[in-house]
Nanobody, 125 residues
Framework: QVQLVESGGGLVQAGGSLRLSCVVS????????TAWFRQGPGKERDCVAA????????YYAEFVQGRFTISRDNAKDTVYLEMNNLKPEDTGLYYC??????????????????WGQGTQVTVSS
């Protein structure tokens, strides 16, 4: 079984930056896709960004393009989400998730079978 553990969340002022980390343990695959999702109060869980094992393909939601960067360090079994110019609407519970499907340039929650526990990000105005 694969486990994903997120960290790095917290309280930050608008315009600030934060880096989230996701450590993946257990069985992993070279062709896997790892993604970050967020869920605000009373909202659905939406994909923020996704990345392939080789970092050859990435996906970003329109609402974070130019502000967030997803990356990974496979030697450390870790996926990162660098969050810059944070806005209050970025507030939510951020989850790391993994699938083993072929890259399709899409990112939807139903395609991901393994999830972390989430880390809270709160952006104050």
């Amino acid at each position: 079984q694969v486990q994903l553990v997120e960290s790095g969340g917290g309280l930050v002022q608008a315009g600030g930056s934060l880096r989230l980390s996701c450590v993946v343990s257990g069985r992993t695959f070279p062709r896997e896709v790892t993604a970050w999702f967020r869920q605000g109060p009373g909202k659905e869980r939406d994909c923020v960004a996704a990345i392939t094992w080789s970092s050859s393909n990435t996906y970003y939601a329109e609402f974070v393009q130019g502000r967030f960067t997803i990356s990974r360090d496979n030697a450390k079994d870790t996926v990162y989400l660098e969050m810059n110019n944070l806005k209050p609407e970025d507030t939510g519970l951020y989850y790391c998730a993994r699938d083993t499907v072929v890259w399709q340039n899409t990112c939807v929650a139903r395609d991901f079978g393994s999830w972390g526990q989430g880390t809270q990000v709160t952006v104050s105005s």
